[in-house]
């Protein structure tokens, strides 16, 4: 897994590619609580070049979520691959996290 | 008779008195470094001594990330602490870049005078630390499996070496190095072992001592097989006052220890909650808001369903979880609920729904390891085809135990990565019609 963190008009865009499970995220999660430790209000996380999530990927993400939302901070997903939809469908994790098609989506909601 | 060799030239002498020196450092730094398999130790040690034998102001270990294709700085020793401080957090190098880039690259011990006046010499590091490099002895660190990093010996005061002993003494570095990265893997794989023995304990001492119950006119079987990795599923079935009996299935995110304690927590929860409530939906909302403050963003997908063990009559509350399968007559459908998301993860109403059974009708549940279990070419069996496979062997009986053959079967001589748990639910059901 790699993680690539940029900015998109005021917001924290990370870019994750590769295989989110219970080897990587705790890296993905040192990296998202640094970004929430300095309160940021808006972060976008591109899945695009995401082949693999698991449940220990989810749990990072809903950590991040809920810490964010302490704060009045909003997560937002955008470019899920249509395999990883599908889990998040079938989880209703869909009624969990703000997801989009794309970054303009995502920002302009 | 051996003949006696007298060295009268004085310079023979000191070339040979050198040697004798160098081999003597060797060998004393040998037996440091062979006396401990602890990698920060050791990579300490190895740096102290180069700097020592090198007279140098700073020494520097670079290991080489496999994963990321970069050379990360692990020790660097100066004067001033806060400078290895900043080398380690900060400053990551591809191959080919710097001085120690090129090295990697090369594979070639480099010798400069003067940094200034080479093209590799990467600043940034000077920029960031104030530290001012005037001097360079880089070497590639190469073990049995190919490149391990690169160690650079800076500013050495000591102008007249032999670069041969030099290079051997690197070349002790690299298996030195070699063997504590091989023994921290053994450990760590020791620990990870015992550590999923006592997951894979806690897990079983949670689930019912036996697979199979019975009341009334329902009978329960499960199959419930654990993953090397320990995954978080459970199943429990309970007794409840008057002809009800409920049976409860449930995955926790993550694996191993972690999800094994949470489970911990999980069953004594339910069985209050199971306890105090009369509905499935109501034991869902007391669920959801015990793991609202669960650590670390844990969550829960489980099924809770409540049965008359007279009547039939079903009620059923879904959380995230994979529909269950209900079987009447040759007819097998996924039983269409609606859910809720998983457990402990936002404020939610969860609702229940009620289906009534006829006689010799079957509903199964199932956790996600088993129509996501994988072959050998990454293909998923998915949930579709396990519906099919339900259909086609409908009339046969131990159908959680033929489920898991098929599982099997399909991962064969792949190591299955999550726990499958399979829990059929009869009434008034007879067993097999034949098979």
Redesign the interface.
């Known amino acids: 897994m ?1 993680i690539h963190i940029g900015d998109c008009r005021g917001g924290k865009v990370v870019a994750i590619s590769g295989e989110i499970d ?1 080897y990587s995220s705790p890296e993905l ?1 040192e990296q998202m609580m640094n970004l929430i430790g300095q309160r940021i209000s808006n972060m976008l996380i591109d899945f695009r070049q995401v082949s693999y999530i698991d ?2 990927g ?9 810490s964010m939302k302490n704060y009045g901070g909003r997560l937002r997903f955008f470019g899920i691959p249509q395999g990883i939809m599908e889990i998040f469908s ?4 869909d ?2 996290f703000e997801i989009y098609g794309n970054i303009d989506d995502a920002i302009n909601s | 008779m051996a003949k006696k060799v007298y060295l009268k030239d004085s310079e023979t002498l000191k070339v040979l008195k050198k040697k004798v020196d160098a081999l003597k450092i060797l060998s004393e730094i040998s037996a440091i470094i062979s006396s401990t398999f602890d990698l920060d130790e050791l990579l300490t040690i190895v740096m102290e001594k180069a700097k020592g034998v090198m007279n140098a102001e700073a020494c520097s270990i670079l290991l080489y990330n496999k994963e ?1 294709k970069k050379l990360e700085f692990e020790v660097a020793l100066c004067r001033e602490k806060a400078t290895s401080e900043i080398l380690k957090k900060k400053i990551t190098l591809d191959l080919g870049q710097g001085i120690a880039g090129w090295v990697a690259e090369k594979r070639e011990i480099l010798i400069i005078g003067d940094v200034r006046k080479d093209r590799r010499f990467f600043q940034e590091a000077d920029n960031i630390t104030g530290f001012v490099t005037k001097s360079i002895i880089a070497a590639p660190l190469i073990g049995r499996r190919g490149l391990i990093g690169v160690a650079e010996i800076i500013n050495p005061k000591k102008k007249e070496y032999d670069l041969e002993v030099l290079q051997i003494l690197i070349r002790h570095f690299a298996i030195a190095i070699e063997n504590a990265f091989f023994y921290k893997d053994a450990i760590e794989r020791e620990r990870l072992k015992q550590e999923l023995e006592i997951a894979s304990s806690l897990q079983k001492s949670f689930l019912p001592d036996s697979p199979s119950f019975s009341k009334a006119l329902i009978t329960v079987s499960a199959v419930n097989i654990p993953a090397k ?1 320990v995954g ?1 599923d459970l199943y429990d079935y309970l007794d409840l006052s008057g002809h009800r009996m409920g049976v409860f299935i449930g ?6 220890v972690t999800a094994a304690l949470f489970m911990a927590k999980i069953i004594s929860d339910f069985r209050y909650a199971a306890g105090a409530e009369k509905t499935p939906d109501a034991v869902m909302n007391r669920l959801n808001l015990l793991f609202s403050r669960a650590p ?4 829960l ?1 489980a099924t809770y369903l409540i049965i008359d063990a007279f009547a039939g009559i079903l009620d059923i509350s879904v ?4 529909p269950c399968l209900w079987i009447t007559g040759n007819n097998v459908e996924a039983l269409s609920v609606d ?4 457990l402990g ?2 404020p939610e109403k969860y609702l229940s729904e009620r289906v009534t059974l006829s006689r010799g009708d079957r509903i199964i549940l199932l956790t ?1 390891g088993v129509f996501e279990a994988r072959n050998k070419k990454g293909h998923m069996i998915g949930f579709g085809n396990l519906v099919k496979f339900v259909k086609d062997h409908v009339r046969e009986g131990h159908l959680p135990q033929k489920i898991a053959d098929y599982v099997r079967d399909f991962s064969k001589s792949v190591e299955i990565s999550d726990d499958l748990t399979i829990v059929e639910v009869g009434y008034g059901y007879e067993g097999a019609q034949h098979g």
């Open positions: 790699n219970m999660r449940s220990s989810i749990a990072t993400f809903v950590e991040g979520l809920k079938f989880s209703k994790l009624r969990v | 990321t990795q978080g995955d926790v995110s993550g694996k191993g670390r963003g844990m969550f997908t959380a995230g979880h994979p859910s809720g998301p998983p993860i936002i996600d």
